[in-house]
């Protein structure tokens, strides 16, 4: 049983851009064992995160994050079953600050302003679908 779960956070106000680094060589390192794959934006501070895989899997790395104080106040947006997964071939893919135009974003939201709090679930996952679809040099990372 597939499922998908997005969500928002902050990135604690101590940190920086570098904290991402480390974040994403242990997502990597732990959602290939676990069969888990997505998406991770950073913009203006805020995260926004697609998990897909299976059920449990999923559920428990989202338990995980959630108690990670790199960022604060996490808002799930969507949770949902899917029949087929989006990004197969990113055990966690990466769109960093500068990857989000404001225009595209307002497509999605009632602000220009990029802040992923104010997105609908679907919003969510049509924003980030057309994000990585954008950008050919993201590369696979399963390797
Ligand atoms: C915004 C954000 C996204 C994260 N995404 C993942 C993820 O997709 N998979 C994962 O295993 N850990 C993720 N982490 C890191 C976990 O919270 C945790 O620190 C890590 O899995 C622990 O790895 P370790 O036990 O190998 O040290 C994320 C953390 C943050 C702040």
């Given at each position: 049983?597939?499922?998908?779960l997005i969500y928002v956070s902050k990135l ?117 679908l057309a994000f990585s679809s954008n950008i050919p040099l ?6």
């Amino acid at each position: 049983m597939l499922v998908r779960l997005i969500y928002v956070s902050k990135l604690a106000p101590d940190l920086d851009y570098r904290a991402i680094k480390d974040i994403l060589a242990a997502s990597q390192r732990n959602n290939k064992p676990r069969g888990v794959s997505g998406l991770l934006m950073f913009n203006s501070g805020f995260f926004l995160q697609w998990l897909e895989g299976e059920r449990l899997a999923v559920k428990e790395r989202f338990a995980r994050i959630s108690q990670d104080p790199r960022h604060t106040a996490p808002v799930l947006l969507d949770y949902r079953e899917i029949i087929k997964r989006q990004f197969a071939d990113w055990n966690m893919g990466y769109l960093g600050e500068g990857s989000i135009n404001k225009a595209t974003f307002y497509e999605y939201s009632g602000a220009e302003a990029f802040d992923p709090y104010t997105l609908s679930g679907e919003s969510a996952a049509a924003l980030m679908l057309a994000f990585s679809s954008n950008i050919p040099l993201l590369k696979s990372n399963n390797g």
